[in-house]
């Protein structure tokens, strides 16, 4: 079955530091990816995704994620962290067949240190 | 705001009873997920609908059960509940089933506490 895994349970970054969370997926053609991100208290939101295409995409609050096929990778990352960008991050694939569904990675939980 | 709407926020319960958590999703999105997230399993799948049928499920208990009514609108009806049934549950909408059904929308999700 298709899978992501999130290898980092809980990363620790200073404010202004570069960030890079790592995802790895497991499927036998291109997949449907995800990332998401949950603030304390809330539901989770879509900062952006990959279908095909342009293997680096853009998405909201700064973030950027690049697909990598060699290494089954689609890594989030970030030039410069903002205190705000504390939360918890999801790693999410859409599975294929006829019951597709759109399953998630165990989590990165991202603090910023002033 | 995603434009899903989850009631209630809260819920206490006793052990054994029955609840009902109600989403109502973004307008004009079929479909509609729940999942459940808990420290111990994380965020688990349980059940999608599309436009009023049943399309995929998950690692859902018998003991739970879902619909989603002909305005969209889908409720998530939990039975003789556990201790271990505690956990945030969450509602999720989208547009579509193919690729887009990973572009959903969630709501604030209803935090489930079972005595």
């Known amino acids: 079955a298709q899978s992501v895994t999130q290898p980092d349970i809980h990363i620790t970054v200073s404010e202004g530091a570069s960030l890079e969370l790592r995802c790895n997926y497991s499927?036998?053609?291109?997949?449907?990816l995800f990332w998401y991100v949950q603030s304390p208290g809330q539901g989770l939101q879509l900062l952006l995704k990959?279908?095909?295409?342009?293997?680096l995409v853009q998405g909201i609050k700064g973030f950027e994620a690049e697909f990598k096929r060699s290494q089954s990778s689609f890594n989030l990352r970030k030039p410069s962290v903002h205190w705000s960008d504390a939360a918890e991050y999801f790693c999410a694939v859409v599975t294929s067949g006829s019951a597709r569904q759109l399953t998630f990675g165990s989590g990165t939980q991202l603090t910023v240190l002033p | 705001d995603s434009g899903v709407t989850q009631t209630p926020k809260h819920l206490i319960t006793a052990t054994g009873q029955r609840v009902t958590l109600r989403c109502s999703p973004r307008?004009?999105?079929?479909?509609v997920y729940w999942y459940q997230q808990s420290l111990d399993q994380g965020l688990q799948f349980l059940i999608q609908y599309y436009n009023g049928e049943e399309r995929a499920k998950g690692n859902i208990l018998e003991r739970f059960s879902a619909q989603q009514f002909p305005d969209l609108h889908s409720e998530l009806n939990l039975s003789s509940l556990e201790l271990g049934d505690s956990a945030l549950y969450f509602c999720?909408?989208?547009?579509?089933?193919?690729?887009?059904?990973?572009?959903?929308?969630f709501g604030q999700g209803t935090r489930l506490t079972v005595v």
């Open positions: 990959y279908f095909s295409g342009d293997t």
């Open positions: 999720a909408s989208s547009e579509g089933q193919g690729a887009t059904l990973g572009e959903a929308f």
């Open positions: 307008s004009g999105d079929l479909s």
């Open positions: 499927y036998g053609a291109t997949p449907y």
